[in-house]
């Protein structure tokens, strides 16, 4: 857990029955998406759906406090998907022995808002898991992605953190599995609309035609080789054919010269936030030599500012080592 | 990964190609019956869609792979289907669509003599059966498009496969099966050449119409579904080295496909010697069980004169695509427009060809 082993004193101790322990949570952040549209489900029916980037650097930490006095949750303002999502939670845990009736929710977040990190869905995820927390109980992946998406309509995928998929976003269900985990990239990420925010609820969905939905299909395809294979060239172009498509409903300021840029220095493809206004120069981190100040230059250049540079996890081996040398 | 399951039903199994690598850059996409993708695609949407309630009947005019197709998921579906053809259909396919339970309605032989020929009868017939009937439905392959659209689980499965494709090249009839899978594909490979394969006195890239032994390619009208703009190369086989490109398919690959498919690997084949760093993709719409007392009988090749002719080592590269030339000739087309190739003048001042 992020917060470790003690809780933070509450700001508002009436809410906090005396006796009860609070419940904590974290999620991290995403960087948009490598791939957004609609795909089938195995009974051939469309949905919406997509495969998130992860952004391990930030995140969000939620703390709840439950009380037995009070119905309802209290939180910050403006964070009502997150009071949204306790609620839904504690609606699950009825008829757990020892229920909250309601609580407070505390969060704290380093994730920017409506440029496409997904604020709202780490803070919804974080807040159910806290909950779920208290109540002594860890929900699965899955289970936590149902109500994510129930208490904000539409969720990346955040909450699924131990393989890849492609989620359907609005249904908050797993449509496949591509493989455990993305093959090693940096990404070089940019704000291509600095100061603007995008409302992902208030965005009408895409309205995909029946062309596009086809060359969906064949985009999850090359990903599914992508992954299973390691190969960041394919996934780069997975990424940019499905950026190229969402033109047509939630434009990208120079998407056609980040593209450039990016295969300019040597790089496999870009990914954008679908609802957002981010996006990302795909690089596999497994080349000798990535300019990514070069880039950032280049993404300066255009008038847009940077965000973040993703660096893969390191492989657990190389930290053993790096102690085992200290 | 995966765990290898069932298919739910029998055209479900028909749906993807063997994938098979005749050459270090050179993979042959083999269909038992290729048919079966826009058939089963078009009948199940629109029964989806409301337009094919277990009251109405399907009605297509075909002698071909596509009406054993259609009846094969009219099987599965429940639904009755009516194909109609001529007095040439090849009898064991007469056979086999009726064991399906098909109607099979032949126009008269009388036919071949008025104008138009027993395409025309055949039409005339179909719209005839169309207006008798209470609630009608008619796939219409060489318009719907749902037809290239189907291709998309062919572009998806070639990309999970193989991952990177330069060139794929097939036979182009209704145009569905090229310009659906190129055109999809090209969503991610927008580089990805595309090879058409026409045979002679075929309209639908520019030859004059014409009598054709060649069977499984090659129109004489000109189908809504043929998409010219997605063709980079345009071959055109003659039958003898169609076939004898079939019997060097099998004999060398061990493939028993039919001569559309031969005529596709000639010209593939070609590319691919010619492109060694691209890797090429032959469509093969169906095996060579139709064919067995024909291309795959030397005294039937021997009776026609095709049996014991050289196979031209290249096609012979032309400047005019309406002028036939030898029994192996290409064309670049380039993307182009039907009416930018065949009256470049007219397209340069920007008046339909």
Known sequence: MWLGGSSPAPAHPELLTPGLTAGIGSAIAHHGELMQGVFEDDAGQLRRALVTMPLPGRGSQAVFYPSQSHWGVVGPSGLTKARRAAIYTLREFAAHPSPAKGGRVEITSNVPHGIGMGSSTSDVTATIKAVADYHGVSLSREEVGRLAVLAEMASDSVMIDDRVVLFAHRDGVVLETFGHRLPPMTVVGCDTAPG???????????????A??????????????????????????????????????????????????????????????????????????????????????????????????????????????????? | MSLRGSFAEATDAYQLPKLIRLDKNLYAACFTLMKMIPARFILRRAAQQGRLDPGTVIVETTSGTFGLALAMQAVHMD??????????????????????????ERVPAEAAKTAGGYQAARLDRLEQIMTDLDAAFCPRQYSNPDNPRAYSIVAEYLLECLGQIDCITGPVGSGGSMCGTVGQLRALLPECRAVGVDSHSSVLFG??????????????????????????????????????????????????????????????????????????????????YRYQDTVYDDDWLAARGHLGQPLPAEPVMVDDPAQPSGSWMAYDWARRAYHEVMSPVAAAQGEPG
């Not at chain 1, 603007?196 to 009408?204: I, Q």
Request: aromatic residues 6%.
């Open chain 2, 79 to 104: 639904r009755r289907l009516i194909l109609v053809s001529d007095p040439v259909i090849d009898e064991r396919l007469y056979r086999r669509l009726t064991d399906l339970g098909a109607v099979v």
């Open chain 2, 207 to 288: 030859h004059p119409d014409g009598p054709r032994e060649l069977r499984g390619l090659g129109m004489s009208l000109m189908p809504d579904n043929l998409n010219h703009r997605i063709f980079d190369q345009v071959h055109w086989v003659a039958p003898a080295a169609a076939y004898t490109a079939t019997r060097q398919l099998h004999q060398r690959h061990a493939l028993f496909m039919g001569p559309s498919s031969g005529a596709a690997y000639l010209a593939g084949r070609w590319w691919a010697q010619a492109n060694p760093d691209a890797l090429t993709v032959v469509m093969m719409p169906d095996e060579g």
């Open chain 1, 196 to 210: 603007e925010a995008v409302e992902t609820l208030s965005l009408p969905p895409a309205d995909y035609s029946d």
């Open chain 1, 212 to 326: 596009e939905a086809g060359e969906f299909q064949v985009l999850r395809g090359a990903l599914r080789r992508a992954i299973a294979t390691e190969d960041v060239g394919l996934l780069g172009k997975v990424a940019t054919a499905s950026a190229r498509i969402n033109q047509r409903y939630l434009p990208k300021p120079g998407l056609e010269p980040l593209i450039e840029l990016c295969l300019r220095y040597g790089g496999a493809g870009l990914q954008i936030a679908h609802s957002g206004t981010i996006a990302g120069l795909i690089f596999d981190a497994r080349r000798s030599r990535i300019d990514t100040d070069g880039c950032v230059l280049g993404i300066k250049e255009l008038g847009f500012a940077v965000t973040d540079i993703i660096e893969p996890a390191r492989p657990q081996a190389t930290r053993v080592a790096q102690l085992a040398a200290s």
